[in-house]
């Protein structure tokens, strides 16, 4: 169960969070795509209890891998269509800020890949060069 916050701690919170999160949060537009997404998986009667859920995942507070989890245990959802929901959710919703989202969740003391490239870039040891070719036994020699 996600950890309970005061009024003042959500709006420290949400104070300290990038722009477009902020906008995401009370976006109007986002409130409209979460009744569809609600309306066509059969969950409109949870409309108010997802937009929660989603906006601590866009605050910090819930990791989107444990979403489809809170959504089973603490909404009483079937698996399958919590699944779903958090499908379109991470697609119409999430996606638009995952750089955002992913600096938000990264480790302290860490970047997210995206922002610094390649994983093979972050590693403290060089990558091994290739093994050497063997003679290709197929190919025919040109001489």
Same mark, same amino acid.
């Given at each position: 169960?996600? &950890?309970q916050y005061s009024q003042d701690q959500l709006w420290k919170l949400y104070d300290n969070l990038p722009e477009d999160l902020q906008e995401a949060i /009370?976006?109007? &537009? *986002?409130?409209d795509l979460l009744d569809q997404i609600c309306a066509? *998986?059969?969950v409109d009667n949870l409309t108010k209890e997802v937009a929660r859920y989603g906006g601590q995942v866009l605050m910090g507070i819930l990791p989107l891998e444990n979403l489809?989890?809170? /959504? &089973?245990? &603490?909404l009483k959802m079937p698996p399958e269509t919590a699944k779903q929901v958090v499908h379109e959710i991470n697609r119409f919703i999430f996606f638009p800020v995952k750089q955002s989202l992913e600096k938000l969740y990264a480790p302290a003391g860490s970047t997210p890949a995206s922002a610094t490239g390649s994983l093979a870039e972050k590693s403290e040891t060089p990558p091994e060069p290739p093994a050497p070719k063997a003679p290709d036994a197929y190919r025919e020699s040109i001489e």
């Open positions: 169960m996600p &950890e /009370f976006s109007g &537009e *986002n409130a066509r *998986n059969g489809q989890k809170t /959504f &089973e245990h &603490e």
